[in-house]
């Protein structure tokens, strides 16, 4: 421990470059993960305030579309083809960019080295390339909505032959060169990302912190990391393979294909291969999604309801289950590909196990809760909230789960709301839990609780409000991604519902600005934070407020116990934080406490 | 509850509870470890998607007749040149062993010589996969050209030839990368680098990218040449 104390302690005088942009602080590289998170989710957001402005009005121009779009809005109506390049720009950035890069790559930054007491991340060099690496795919997949020939068009899942054919559709030249370069960057950098925060938590936990004394949030940042590591790679794989369709001339996705009559010479190839590739990393890959906002929730619940976390050991073991379900589900998405029924029904069968584990996390949520003293922060509505979103899309997914229902329901707006719940907006809910609760060490200051909660109230019911209505729709057959519903007679009737749909989420958006308002107003404004704002256990909260090189003056704090201890019977406080000795709270030790130390002794 | 406190206080040094590394190894090398298992995965891919396609196909064209030259032989030698590719190959994985070793006592001149022979290796390597792919390349073999017949004497999907440029151009371009390093790490050995540092661990590291490179290499072979 010497020699690292010493290490860190070499660093001199910093420069405004080398403090602020190329830092190899994690608490500075959450920030600015957190940041360019921040200003990507805007854009996916606006860019889905612009296609739910086309659904919900789809015959009435707006001028200020033109002379916000230009030629993709010609007369104040949304070109088509601009249309298919938004929903697949929103959705690359919403999953990739926000709550893959910003949530994990925020809150593992910034949580793991405080969390299990280490210095910093294993190796902060290669952390900072992560970052980098990630800003510059950010800054080419934004580059690509301002192309002549407009972004990729053909879905965030760029399927074949749309992605692979260069002359496909106006998004497939350019646009998918563009998507596939800032994706390949992409993966780069979650995998820097990723082997340093698994050898962080493994390698470099502080005295103490055996792996059953770590908070969930580090556990669900490990396997998230690790999902990461495994499968990101795929697509890696399945990717070059395209770059070579669209390039090279070969027929790895492509075979009889026809474009105006005329047969293309590929010859072999099937489209149904990519598909499999890109769901080896697509299944895990929603995992990789909501895992952290999982641990986060975890974390904040037990903390604000001022209550152990119910069942932690199960915690850690539904956790693991996931994870590893999560690579044998794939299957789930490709029922309608022509697959083997007696396959499906192995991927139903893989995918329905999965409700078990997420059963367990939920009820354990539920039984952590009752009864406790609870504390209403904003961090602790959206923990919450994430667990209602949590049951609620959960729910839907045991129907699409099932192959006979999944093949009507395949392609419509039940799986649009499917998803945009327990995924989409879940994970959201989970990095607004991790802001609002991490702010204080973060930024050092607290941010206003009043704007917090109408923040969350708001956003709270334009969620239910924008995809509840989804699911009456995909029902009836309503099919996703469709540029106006105005042509079909039987979808006519869903217009009202569209526009109301709209509605809500303009105002559902609005609500953001609140949050914005709050977040960047605090950074300056905010009332200092104390040290230990929420009374946490946790060990991020004994290292000073003030960010330092090194996290701890002097020694690093170890680890007595694990880091539920609220609320415990026998102590004046209601919370003993983990680098507390067993030795000074005497009146409220149980004799499990000595378990993994005199275990052997208290049975004899 | 009468446990002596300091008793009570003590943090077991077993090798999950903190303050060390469970593997004994340092941070570097288990980061190592992960990207190889992680770049594992990608090669799984690749070839996972091989064999659905090759699969899928009713006939395949038969390696012992695409592969059967070498300099020098024109036909008729199947797995003549590959072998000794692959030979090569292994070799130089003998001599980065070797490397690792001498890094171990700290043999500097050494580690630089066994450093040499990896670099050597690789770059024959290198050079013996460059003259396959321009022999094909004679043949009128490329990306979207295929002009070997399958077995059963049927006109060939264009993939034969897509898969194979495209996987054993992907592990060459893994050869050139560790090529590349390989030259790095050399460089700072003769610059006493590691001899500064007091241990020579950044050989082993490229030593285990290395290896892994060597590994995928028998599954390419295998799944191009034998199957």
């Not at chain 1, 109230?457 to 995909?474: D, K, S």
Request: proline share 5%; glycine share 10%; net charge neutral.
């Amino acid at each position: 421990m010497s020699d690292h104390t010493t290490h860190h302690e070499e660093h001199h005088k910093e420069t405004f470059i080398s403090k602020y942009v190329f830092s190899m602080d994690h608490k500075m590289i959450a920030k600015q993960y957190l940041i360019t998170g921040i200003i990507m989710a805007v854009i996916g957001m606006v860019l889905s305030i612009l296609f739910r402005i086309q659904l919900g009005w789809p015959d009435e121009s707006f001028p200020f579309l033109e002379k916000l779009l230009g030629k993709w809005a010609q007369g104040g109506r949304i070109d088509p083809a601009f249309y298919m390049s938004m929903v697949t720009i929103h959705g690359t950035i919403m999953v990739f960019f926000v709550l893959t890069a910003g949530l994990s790559g925020t809150f593992s930054n910034l949580l793991i080295p405080l969390q299990v007491g280490a210095r910093d991340m294993a190796s902060p060099f290669i952390n900072m390339l992560s970052y980098w690496f990630f800003f510059l795919s950010s800054v080419i997949m934004t580059w690509s909505l301002l192309i002549e020939s407009g972004p990729a068009s053909g879905g965030w899942t760029i399927y074949p032959p749309l992605s692979a054919i260069p002359k496909a559709m106006p998004g497939s030249g350019l646009g998918m060169t563009l998507w596939l370069i800032s994706m390949a960057i992409f993966v780069a950098s979650a995998l820097m990302g990723g082997i340093n925060y698994i050898s962080t938590v493994l390698n470099m936990r502080t005295k103490g912190m055996s792996m059953t004394k770590m908070p969930l949030t580090i556990w669900a940042f490990l396997l998230t990391a690790i999902l990461g590591v495994l499968s990101f790679p795929v697509l890696f794989a399945g990717v070059i393979l395209l770059i070579f369709d669209r390039g090279f001339g070969t027929s790895f996705y492509l075979s009889d294909i026809f474009i105006g009559g005329e047969a293309l010479p590929n010859h072999g190839g099937s489209p149904v291969l990519f598909q499999h590739l890109f769901w080896f990393l697509g299944h895990p890959e929603v995992y990789i999604i909501i895992m952290p906002a999982l641990g986060i929730s975890s974390e904040i619940i037990a903390t604000n309801a001022r209550k152990p976390i119910f069942g932690y050991r199960a915690m850690i073991i539904s956790l693991i289950g996931i994870a590893f379900l999560s690579f044998i589900v794939w299957g789930h998405h490709m029922f309608i590909t022509g697959m083997n029924p007696f396959l499906g029904s192995v991927f139903m069968f893989t995918t329905l196990i999965i409700a078990v584990p997420s059963a367990v996390k939920t009820f354990n949520y539920l039984a952590t809760l009752w009864r406790g003293n609870i504390q209403f922060t904003p961090a602790m509505l959206f923990a919450i909230g994430l667990v209602s979103l949590f049951i609620t899309g959960g729910l839907t997914g045991i129907f699409l789960g099932n192959a006979s229902l999944d093949i009507n329901l395949h392609d419509t707006y039940f799986v649009v709301a499917h998803f945009h719940i327990v995924m989409g907006s879940a994970a959201m809910f989970g990095m607004f839990a991790g802001v609002y609760h991490w702010y204080p060490r973060l930024f050092g200051k607290m941010m206003d609780d009043r704007l917090g909660y109408f923040h969350f109230w708001l956003t709270f019911i334009a969620v239910y409000c924008v995809f509840f209505p989804m699911h009456f729709m995909g029902l009836d057959g309503v099919p996703r991604r469709y540029y106006s519903f105005t042509s079909f007679d039987f979808m006519k009737e869903w217009l009202a519902v569209n526009r109301f749909i709209s509605i809500a989420a303009i105002l559902g958006s609005l609500a953001q600005f609140i949050f914005l308002y709050n977040f960047f107003r605090s950074i300056f404004k905010g009332k200092k934070a104390p040290q230990n704002p929420w009374n946490s256990n946790t060990l991020e909260w004994t290292a000073p407020v003030e960010h330092m090189h090194g996290n701890w003056p002097g020694e690093i704090p170890w680890v007595y116990r694990w880091p539920y201890d609220y609320s415990k019977p026998g102590h004046d406080e209601d919370f003993i934080p983990q680098n507390v000795p067993l030795s000074q709270t005497m009146s409220s030790n149980l004799p499990g406490d000595y378990g993994t130390h005199h275990g052997s002794k208290a049975s004899h | 509850m009468t446990t002596n406190t300091s008793e009570i206080d003590e943090i077991k040094s077993t090798p999950w509870n903190g303050g060390r590394s469970p593997f004994n190894v340092e941070y570097g090398k288990m980061m190592m470890w992960f990207f190889l298992l992680s770049d594992a995965f990608t090669f799984s891919g690749l070839l996972i998607a091989y064999g659905a396609l090759r699969f899928s196909s009713i006939s395949w064209p038969n390696p012992d007749e695409v592969f059967q030259s070498a300099p020098g032989i024109h036909g008729g030698a199947p797995l003549v040149f590959v072998g000794i590719m692959t030979f090569i190959l292994i070799m130089s994985s003998v001599t980065m062993v070797l490397a690792v070793e001498a890094g171990h006592r700290k043999a500097k001149s050494e580690v630089s010589k066994w450093m040499i022979w990896t670099i050597i290796g690789g770059l024959a390597f290198l050079g013996c996969q460059a003259w396959e792919w321009n022999h094909l390349h004679h043949e009128g073999a490329w990306w979207g050209s295929n002009p070997f017949l399958n077995e059963d004497g049927s006109v060939a999907s264009t993939n034969f030839t897509n898969l194979f440029f495209t996987i054993t151009g992907f592990h060459g371009f893994h050869v050139f990368s560790g090529v590349v390093l390989n030259v790095i790490i050399w460089i700072n050995v003769l610059g006493g680098t590691y001899e500064r540092r007091g241990h020579y661990d950044m050989i082993e590291k490229v030593g285990l990218y290395w290896h892994f490179v060597d590994l995928v290499w028998v599954f390419v072979f295998t799944f191009f040449y034998l199957v």
